[in-house]
């Protein structure tokens, strides 16, 4: 049922103009954090750990103001979504960094683009298929209609989508070979023996390890991008990922792959999705924050 009114109020969504739309999501958002939901207390975790030099009274707010984009966020995948695609793109006002992106597509060696949990993620990869070929691993829904939706509307343009798993990455490897760009949310949590802990402001996170075993295996270019929420639209950035990203030495990688999230992240921290539970794996013997 959750998920029949969540594609319900997607469609709806759709029928409406973005910047309604992000009225109505705004009102979702800010519900979440009048009724002290879970994502509200997530977020307040979250902040605790990553910014414990805020105040209280500082980190309510933000967790508050971050409960509003999030809301956005998903009253926005009824446009982005469902409208078509040159539509949705002219939402775009500006780009930062392109040159970044078609430097690194001139070299030939393929391009990994991280798109983390900020913003709109969405659009974000609808533009980088929008500009040429643009693998992209996904998590399918349980739910099938939910799944299709999803499916129908990540792979317009030239994205092709492949299933996160054994198979889904030999075709991002094979990509990426020929030169093509992939895009990976690089702060999801992977799957128990799929990452290793790695500072994410200051806090052990359990870390993917596929961008950094990609990297070495193709000689690829890793790039930052996002699609930061402004008063009319969207503006992408595009940025150089940190050098440690690079390294062989896979401590060091994994660290250099946190760092490059949280540079978007310092960017418009109100703008990233803290109520996502980046820290529900631990190192041996240390409790869950979330269960405190």
């Not at 500082?58 to 040159?86: H, K």
């Not at 970044?100 to 900020?118: S, T, W």
């Not at 290793?196 to 390890?209: L, W």
């Amino acid at each position: 049922m959750k998920t029949k009114i969540s594609i319900a109020f997607i469609k709806l969504m759709s029928l409406f103009s973005l910047k309604t739309a992000r009225k109505v999501g705004k009102l979702v958002g800010f519900c979440a954090y009048l009724v002290n939901s879970r994502s509200y207390k997530t977020s307040l975790c979250n902040l605790q750990l990553c910014f414990p030099d805020l105040s209280e009274k500082e980190r309510r707010d933000l967790a508050r103001l971050s409960l509003i984009n999030t809301g956005m966020a998903l009253a926005e995948s009824g446009p982005v979504w469902l409208w078509p695609a040159e539509r949705i793109l002219d939402a775009i006002v500006d780009v930062e960094g392109a040159e970044l992106l078609q430097k690194a597509r001139d070299l030939g060696k393929g391009v990994i683009i991280l798109g983390p949990h900020h913003g709109n993620w969405e659009l974000m990869g609808l533009y980088l298929s929008s500009l040429g070929k643009c693998s992209q691993l996904y998590q399918a829904p349980r739910n099938t209609e939910l799944n299709a939706l999803l499916y129908l509307a990540r792979s317009r343009a030239n994205a092709k989508m492949y299933p996160a798993d054994a198979r889904g990455v030999a075709a991002v490897l094979g990509a990426l070979k020929k030169g093509e760009m992939t895009g990976i949310l690089p702060d999801q949590v992977p799957i128990p023996g799929a990452g290793d802990f790695a500072p994410f402001f200051g806090n052990d996170a359990y870390t993917m390890t596929l961008v950094s075993r990609l990297l070495q295996k193709t000689g690829a270019i890793a790039l930052l991008a996002y699609a930061k929420r402004t008063e009319t639209g969207f503006r992408v950035i595009i940025k150089q990922a940190n050098t440690d990203i690079y390294a062989k030495h896979m401590p060091k990688s994994l660290a250099g792959l946190n760092k490059t999230v949280e540079m978007a992240v310092k960017d418009a921290p109100e703008q990233y999705q803290w109520e996502y539970k980046r820290f529900r794996y631990q190192p041996e013997g240390r409790q869950e924050p979330y269960k405190a």
